[in-house]
């Protein structure tokens, strides 16, 4: 399973934020590696069963430094219609 993190910051940095440029790093991350694992747990080693091929996941952080609140967005990409129902019914368990 191949996982990408695409983590940007928007707006003007506020003039005394609620981040500093090194906890945003830190939030960062931990958000990283906290959906890294839960998706690892999650779809440990998943592949459709029709074409042998994992889901790739593209992971969206964005912050934004006006509202100082973060973003996340999934993207799953896979070889068919069926796996990727499969995959997001995994993704919706809870835990
Ligand atoms: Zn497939």
């Keep these: 399973m191949e996982i990408t993190f695409d983590f940007e910051t928007e707006g003007v940095v506020q003039e005394d934020p609620f981040l500093d440029s090194y906890e945003l790093a830190l939030l960062f991350e931990q958000t990283r590696q906290e959906i890294e694992s839960g998706l690892r747990r999650k779809l440990h080693q998943v592949i459709c069963a029709e074409h042998?091929?994992?889901?790739?996941?593209?992971?969206?952080?964005?912050?934004?430094?006006?509202?100082?609140?973060?973003?996340?967005?999934?993207?799953i990409d896979t070889c068919c219609q069926m796996f990727l129902v499969r995959v997001v019914k995994m993704l919706n368990v809870q835990g």
């Design 52 to 75: 042998g091929q994992p889901p790739r996941i593209t992971i969206s952080g964005r912050y934004n430094h006006d509202s100082e609140q973060m973003d996340i967005q999934y993207h």
